[in-house]
């Protein structure tokens, strides 16, 4: 994992030069737009009688239409180098290299770093509606943590709730999903000791049995089908909060309700 951060996080500074380079042309550009209408203009209203040719050539091209789309194009241009940007961002924020010793970290920019990142799981497809994530975000202070480790801890379960989620929609008709739409709900707090953060992640999919509660955070222990899960996520996690951050990780589950996981970590 250490070594895939490292490489994230260069391919997400490589990426950040071309991008600045685009964000920081893109501003001029519209205003080299302006500048040439507003010449196109002017020649307009001084030559208001054009020869054949010209008339012809603005027909030709749609003048009026360019006009009005040319800024618009550019726009969603500046649009998508700011999406690239923020993801370039997460990916440095998820990947962070953690030291030898816990860092002042600010918790929330690794849940939305962790959010961003599985974004193309949550979005809208053909078979279902969006999967909304809820924020209600507490006033925390910085957090001396291992932030690399902790992304890792929110990437296992908010990856599980969408699993949960999805086969939680299996058999049901677009229109039963749209009615009862699925949601993952994040809350972060400070207990009323000022001691611990308390970061609670919830899913209304289909829920744990008996069983599963009891194994869930075994070595290896998984519900997944062969190839899409290695039973390690869970019991890493717990290892990343309760040994390494002397914190606690638990959950409940209702059967065809949902489930919810409660990071503790000391403040």
């Given at each position: 994992?250490?070594?895939?951060?490292?490489?994230?996080?260069?391919?997400?500074?490589?990426?950040?030069?071309?991008?600045?380079?685009l964000?920081?042309?893109?501003?001029?550009?519209?205003?080299?737009?302006?500048?040439?209408?507003?010449?196109?203009?002017?020649?307009?209203?001084?030559?208001?009688?054009?020869?054949?040719?010209?008339?012809?050539?603005?027909?030709?091209?749609?003048?009026?239409?360019?006009?009005?789309?040319?800024?618009?194009?550019?726009?969603?241009?500046?649009?998508?180098?700011?999406?690239?940007?923020?993801?370039s961002?997460?990916?440095?924020?998820?990947?962070?290299?953690?030291?030898?010793?816990?860092?002042?970290?600010?918790?929330?920019?690794?849940?939305?770093?962790?959010?961003?990142?599985?974004?193309?799981?949550?979005?809208?497809?053909?078979?279902?509606?969006?999967?909304?994530?809820?924020?209600?975000?507490?006033?925390?202070p910085?957090?001396?943590?291992?932030?690399?480790?902790?992304?890792q801890?929110?990437?296992?379960?908010?990856?599980?709730?969408?699993?949960?989620?999805?086969?939680?929609?299996?058999?049901?008709?677009?229109?039963?999903?749209?009615?009862?739409?699925?949601?993952?709900?994040?809350?972060?707090?400070?207990?009323?000791?000022?001691?611990?953060?308390?970061?609670?992640?919830?899913?209304?999919?289909?829920?744990?049995?008996?069983?599963?509660?009891?194994?869930?955070?075994?070595?290896?222990?998984?519900?997944?089908?062969?190839?899409?899960?290695?039973?390690?996520?869970?019991?890493?996690?717990?290892?990343?909060?309760?040994?390494?951050h002397?914190?606690?990780?638990?959950?409940?589950?209702?059967?065809?309700?949902?489930?919810?996981?409660?990071?503790?970590?000391?403040?």
């Open positions: 994992m250490s070594a895939l951060g490292n490489l994230v996080a260069g391919v997400a500074h490589e990426i950040n030069n071309p991008v600045g380079f964000g920081g042309n893109i501003q001029p550009a519209l205003d080299y737009i302006k500048d040439i209408f507003g010449l196109i203009d002017l020649y307009q209203q001084e030559y208001s009688h054009p020869s054949g040719i010209i008339k012809d050539e603005i027909e030709a091209i749609d003048l009026d239409y360019i006009r009005e789309d040319l800024p618009k194009l550019v726009g969603s241009m500046q649009e998508g180098v700011k999406r690239i940007r923020d993801i961002t997460s990916l440095r924020t998820f990947s962070r290299a953690d030291s030898d010793r816990p860092i002042a970290c600010n918790i929330h920019d690794g849940i939305d770093s962790t959010i961003l990142i599985l974004k193309h799981r949550l979005k809208a497809s053909e078979t279902h509606p969006e999967i909304q994530v809820i924020k209600e975000y507490g006033q925390l910085l957090v001396e943590c291992y932030a690399g480790q902790l992304n801890v929110f990437m296992n379960i908010l990856a599980n709730a969408i699993d949960a989620l999805e086969e939680s929609n299996i058999g049901r008709s677009f229109e039963e999903m749209k009615n009862n739409p699925k949601c993952i709900t994040i809350i972060t707090k400070i207990s009323e000791s000022q001691q611990k953060i308390i970061i609670t992640i919830k899913d209304n999919g289909k829920g744990m049995n008996e069983q599963i509660k009891l194994k869930v955070f075994d070595h290896l222990f998984t519900t997944k089908s062969v190839g899409k899960g290695t039973g390690l996520g869970l019991a890493i996690a717990r290892q990343i909060v309760e040994e390494t002397g914190g606690k990780l638990s959950f409940n589950s209702v059967l065809g309700e949902g489930t919810e996981f409660l990071i503790e970590i000391p403040a």
